[in-house]
């Protein structure tokens, strides 16, 4: 079992920048692909970035390549999630998520751990 809780989440200008954080705790958190979601107001949730076991390897949504990078620190049991030049349509509930094996898109039911969710708002 891995227990995932988000944090950072916030309101920004567009333009700006904002981190969020996953902390895990549990079994290891080195053994797990981990993977950030979005979902927008009125729309389902979709996929927005992974970043393999080791941190070597990170694949991301064309909607957000180029502004968000996501990456973790084994030793901290975190995942980070970067995200610089934020939109409007940026505007979402962030979820983290981990499962054993990486892949450059993960779908929702490939999912194992699913953290609870921290709002981001932009404002135009």
């Known amino acids: 079992q891995v227990q995932l809780v988000e944090s950072g989440g916030g309101l920004v200008q567009a333009g700006g920048s904002l981190r969020l954080s996953c902390a895990a705790s549990?079994?290891?958190?080195?053994?797990?692909?981990m993977g950030w979601f979005r979902r927008a107001p009125g729309k389902e949730r979709e996929f927005v970035g992974t970043i393999n076991r080791s941190g070597s390897v990170t694949d991301y949504a064309g909607s957000v390549k180029g502004r968000f990078t996501i990456s973790r620190d084994n030793a901290k049991n975190t995942v980070y999630l970067q995200m610089n030049s934020l939109k409007s349509e940026d505007t979402a509930v962030y979820y983290c998520?981990?499962?054993?094996?990486?892949?450059?898109?993960?779908?929702?039911?490939?999912?194992?751990?699913w953290g609870q969710g921290t709002q981001v708002t932009v404002s135009s």
């Open positions: 549990g079994r290891t958190f080195s053994s797990y692909a």
């Open positions: 998520a981990a499962r054993g094996a990486y892949g450059s898109y993960w779908s929702e039911t490939s999912v194992d751990y």
